[in-house]
């Protein structure tokens, strides 16, 4: 049985040989850190998004930077309440206080009111899927506008010819991964964008672990390096540019999976945006156990989150006394079906038949247990 992946990266054939070359070169020259390829990518992703750019390990590595420069003891930081349990574990670790907020059932875009939140706070601003929030824009400069700090959290947007007006650059800072599940994949990788090149500057002094002794020498610790080798920016410089193909690819993914999918399972008001780089259904109940179904049918699929971050144990002190089952129950009932630019048509309606029989199934199911 032909098995769809939920992911797989795309590398045009053109796309495949300048890489090569350029791997070739990188290795000829016996430079493999912090080289031309490390410096060209910098640039590229700086003019692009007309925001000072450092390249760094990961997308972990540069929330961590970032976090790393404020001074976020006792400070609180929002983080949606549906996200990666490292992002609130990281400020934990850090000396911040994670507060979870809601995010709406369609973008799952962060619900915030500016007018409640403290000047001093950091707000992580997470685009989920690459999905972007009706009220994004407002709420991010209204934040700003009231003193806080917005992270934006760029992973999974899938950017666009000209990314200098959109997502990424409404707050103080962006952070982007390279990594190979995410649109601009490769082999890893991430960068910082920012406005303040006095933060990019103590962000790139702080990548590498070796030569630091006197940052130690004042009571800081930096044990591990944080850059980008020559090689991963090599793939992630080509996979920027190729992105407006990725693009088209993934939006004619999306259209076919909006007009063949059952009504049952697609949320009203969500309909495709090409910043998006996973695609969400909407499942009528809680089934656990779709996942497993569809895989016997040769279809991948992911979940966007089990739980709530502070339902996990190293975190459930921060947990306030809000009611959050509309929470548990939306991240139960969202399932990320394979969306990446490989898949064709026929792969679609492939995916989309699966559904169908896992959801009848399920209905019978429960029409005799009613029984």
């Known amino acids: 049985m032909t098995r769809i992946a939920s992911w797989r990266t795309l590398v045009l054939p053109e796309v495949r040989d300048a890489i090569s070359d350029d791997v070739a070169r990188i290795i000829v020259s016996g430079l493999l850190r912090g080289g031309p390829h490390t410096r060209r990518l910098e640039e590229r992703l700086g003019a692009?998004?007309?925001?000072?750019?450092?390249?760094?390990?990961?997308?972990?590595?540069?929330?961590?930077?970032?976090?790393?420069?404020?001074?976020?003891?006792s400070r609180r930081v929002l983080v949606p309440a549906n996200c990666f349990v490292a992002i609130p574990g990281l400020v934990a670790r850090l000396g911040g206080i994670p507060v979870p907020v809601p995010v709406d059932a369609v973008r799952f875009a962060p619900l915030i009111d500016p007018d409640t939140v403290s000047g001093r706070a950091v707000v992580i601003?997470?685009?989920?899927?690459?999905?972007?929030?009706?009220?994004?824009?407002?709420?991010i400069c209204a934040l700003r506008a009231q003193g806080c700090l917005v992270i934006e959290d760029c992973a999974y947007v899938l950017a666009g010819p000209r990314p200098g007006s959109g997502p990424g650059a409404w707050g103080d800072v962006a952070i982007m991964s390279f990594a190979p599940t995410k649109p601009i994949c490769g082999s890893g990788g991430g960068a910082v964008l920012t406005r303040d090149e006095h933060l990019a500057e103590r962000i790139a002094a702080r990548r590498s672990h070796s030569g630091q002794e006197h940052r130690w020498a004042v009571g800081e610790s930096i044990y591990r390096f944080r850059g980008m080798s020559e090689i991963e920016a090599v793939i992630a410089y080509h996979q920027w540019e190729q992105r407006n193909v990725l693009r088209a690819c993934l939006q004619c993914v999306a259209e076919t999976y909006q007009q063949a999918l059952p009504q049952a399972v697609v949320m009203p008001g969500r309909t495709p945006q090409a910043t998006q780089s996973r695609y969400a259904v909407h499942l009528p109940n809680p089934m656990p156990d779709l996942r497993g179904r569809l895989a016997r049918h040769g279809v991948a699929s992911t979940v966007m989150f089990e739980r709530p971050w502070f339902d996990y144990p190293a975190l459930a002190v921060h947990q306030d006394e809000e009611d959050w089952d509309e929470i548990r129950d939306l991240l139960m009932r969202t399932l990320f079906l394979p969306f990446h630019p490989s898949l064709g048509t026929a792969d679609c309606m492939t995916v989309v038949d699966a559904l169908k029989r896992c959801l009848l199934s399920e209905d019978l199911e429960r029409w005799k247990t009613s029984l």
Do not use: K
């Open 125 to 139: 601003w997470i685009h989920h899927g690459g999905m972007v929030g009706e009220h994004a824009e407002a709420s």
């Open 48 to 73: 692009d998004w007309n925001r000072q750019a450092v390249v760094v390990g990961s997308g972990m590595d540069a929330l961590e930077l970032v976090l790393e420069d404020l001074d976020l003891m």
